[in-house]
Every structure is written in structure tokens, then in C-alpha cells.
């Protein structure tokens, strides 16, 4: 169960675009991928830092779980996920520790990474990302 590493950091940004610039033009990183993922109705881009990647968040519906961060909290760290070699076994961990989760079983999140979060009121005010490569990938 034990991660393997940071996978990836979301952000949450307003404005995609804007917020590449950013990252491209500042920092020097290379946007890789722009993917927008329906279920969860955020559009996003991908940026890889050593073995981790940032992972910006634009939602695309008032709906999105990151249109209401936002309009919370501001933009900003929007949740931490960790690389673990088997997402079911480690949901079932948590959970027999009193974890609170949001996703009962894997689902597929993008980059076509098999993916659960744990809810933030039982991380220590961290919204936490289990994610997986699907097996043979
Ligand atoms: N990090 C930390 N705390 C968060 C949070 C976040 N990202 N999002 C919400 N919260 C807090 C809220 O501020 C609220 O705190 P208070 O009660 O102190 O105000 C608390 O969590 C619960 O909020 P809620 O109103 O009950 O629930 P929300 O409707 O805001 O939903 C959450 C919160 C985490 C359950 C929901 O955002 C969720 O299911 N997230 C998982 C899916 C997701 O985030 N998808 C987008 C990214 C997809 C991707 O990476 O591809």
C-alpha cells in the first residue's frame, strides 16, 4: 500500500491559458498534454518535474469540484496525489484506519490513470489522490 512517490500536485487555476504561461514562461517548464476529463469537468495540463508531475485544473462547468474551490478558496493547491502500487488494497487500508473516502473503488481519472480520492476532513484538510498505472501499461 505504501506510496511510491508524488505522482502528481493539482492547482487549481482560473484560466488555463494564463496560468501555462506561467509554468512555460517563468519556470521554463513544457506543458506536455492539454486533457479535459468530462466526468470530473475540468480541463487540464500536464507538466513533469523530475518523477512528479503539476497538474493544472481549469474547471469547465460552475458545477466542476474545482469551479467550487475556487470560488472558496481562491486558486491554489487543489490536492496531492501518490503513486501506490495497487489503488483497491490501499483504499481498503485507509478505510480500516477510519479514512473517510470519496471514491469506494478506482475509477479512471486522466492520463488514463486508475484513480480514488480520500476526503479531505479526514486528511489533515488535504485533498489526497490514490492513482495507478492500469496493469500491462
Ligand atoms: N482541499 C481541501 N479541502 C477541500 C477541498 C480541497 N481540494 N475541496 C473542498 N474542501 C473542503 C471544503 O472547503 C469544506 O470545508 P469546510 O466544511 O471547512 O468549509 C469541506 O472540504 C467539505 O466541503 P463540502 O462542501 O462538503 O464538499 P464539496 O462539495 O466542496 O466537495 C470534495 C469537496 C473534496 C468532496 C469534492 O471536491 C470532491 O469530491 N473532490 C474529488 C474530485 C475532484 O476534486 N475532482 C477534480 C480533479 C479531477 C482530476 O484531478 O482529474
Known amino acids: 500500500m505504501k506510496p511510491t512517490h508524488i505522482e502528481h500536485i ?24 492539454i486533457e479535459e476529463v468530462e466526468d470530473q469537468m475540468v480541463k487540464t495540463a500536464f507538466f513533469q518535474v523530475g518523477q512528479t508531475k503539476i497538474e493544472l485544473l481549469e474547471a469547465t462547468s460552475p458545477e466542476s469540484p474545482v469551479a467550487k474551490f475556487i470560488e472558496k478558496r ?19 487500508v485507509v478505510e480500516q484506519k477510519g479514512v473517510a473516502l470519496i471514491d469506494k473503488q478506482p475509477r479512471k481519472g486522466a492520463e488514463g ?25
Open 113 to 137: 490513470l486508475d484513480i480514488a480520492f480520500l476526503h479531505p476532513k479526514s486528511t489533515g484538510g488535504v485533498l489526497t489522490e490514490f492513482c495507478q498505472k492500469p496493469s500491462g501499461k
Open 74 to 92: 481562491g486558486e491554489g493547491m487543489h490536492h496531492i496525489a501518490f503513486a501506490v502500487p495497487d489503488v483497491s488494497e490501499a483504499l481498503s
Open 10 to 33: 493539482g492547482i487549481a487555476v482560473r484560466d488555463l491559458g494564463a496560468s501555462i504561461h506561467y509554468y512555460e514562461n517563468v519556470l521554463g517548464l513544457k506543458c506536455y498534454a
